[in-house]
T-cell receptor, first 112, second 116 residues
Framework: SQQGEEDPQALSIQEGENATMNCSYKTSINNLQWYRQNSGRGLVHLIL?????REKHSGRLRVTLDTSKKSSSLLITASRAADTASYFCATVGASGTYKYIFGTGTRLKVLA | GAGVSQSPSNKVTEKGKDVELRCDPISGHTALYWYRQRLGQGLEFLIY????????KSGLPSDRFSAERTGESVSTLTIQRTQQEDSAVYLCASSLDGVSSTDTQYFGPGTRLTVL
């Protein structure tokens, strides 16, 4: 079964720097979504990118998708201490709709 | 309106006991999902409810796990004869229809289950 894998597993940066995390997956997708999780609790939806899109922006977030490489990246610009969290990608398969496949996550720590 | 709520937020139980976890989805959301997240891991799909359709139980790890949903509202996840490997955060999510490919899932805060 397809599985998203994020890298790096952990990332530590200074406030104001940019943070980039990557997600790879194995099979065809309809869309890919990024979520944030604080303190191992509920996930918050950040952004969705469709398979026919290459780049999407939302505030300080920039997501790219390369379907030929089966990979996506999430860039957080001008990071803040409040961005400290785990970030997960979730893929929605080309044939399925509700079964999200979540990656293993990137733990981001932003130092003030 | 209110988001997805789950109760209890924390549950400590002894091995062999049964536990019930509750999820209240966002009003009007027809789809509801349960996930399990072990420490430091990603989310594992457990079960999916959508309207009056038969639930997709393909993610339930064993017959000790079961879930019910009353109409389009509350859902309970029951784990019988708990084992230490059941220790995890159990997350519930709901979405508007669970059918359209860009439907977004909204998550509750989770229940942290610890089996001693």
């Amino acid at each position: 079964s397809q599985q998203g894998e994020e890298d790096p597993q952990a990332l530590s940066i200074q406030e104001g720097e940019n943070a980039t995390m990557n997600c790879s997956y194995k099979t065809s997708i309809n869309n890919l979504q990024w979520y944030r999780q604080n303190s191992g609790r509920g996930l918050v939806h950040l952004i969705l990118i469709r398979s026919n899109e290459r780049e999407k922006h939302s505030g300080r977030l920039r997501v790219t998708l390369d379907t030929s490489k089966k990979s996506s990246s999430l860039l957080i610009t001008a990071s803040r201490a409040a961005d400290t969290a785990s970030y997960f990608c979730a893929t929605v398969g080309a044939s399925g709709t509700y079964k999200y496949i979540f990656g293993t996550g990137t733990r981001l720590k932003v130092l003030a | 309106g209110a988001g997805v709520s789950q109760s209890p937020s924390n549950k400590v139980t002894e091995k062999g006991k049964d536990v019930e976890l509750r999820c209240d989805p966002i009003s009007g959301h027809t789809a509801l999902y349960w996930y399990r997240q072990r420490l430091g891991q990603g989310l594992e799909f457990l079960i999916y409810f959508q309207g009056n359709s038969a639930p997709d139980k393909s993610g339930l790890p064993s017959d000790r796990f079961s879930a019910e949903r009353t109409g389009e509202s509350v859902s309970t996840l029951t784990i019988q004869r708990t084992q230490q490997e059941d220790s995890a955060v159990y997350l519930c999510a709901s979405s508007l229809d669970g059918v359209s490919s860009t439907d977004t899932q909204y998550f509750g805060p989770g229940t942290r289950l610890t089996v001693l």
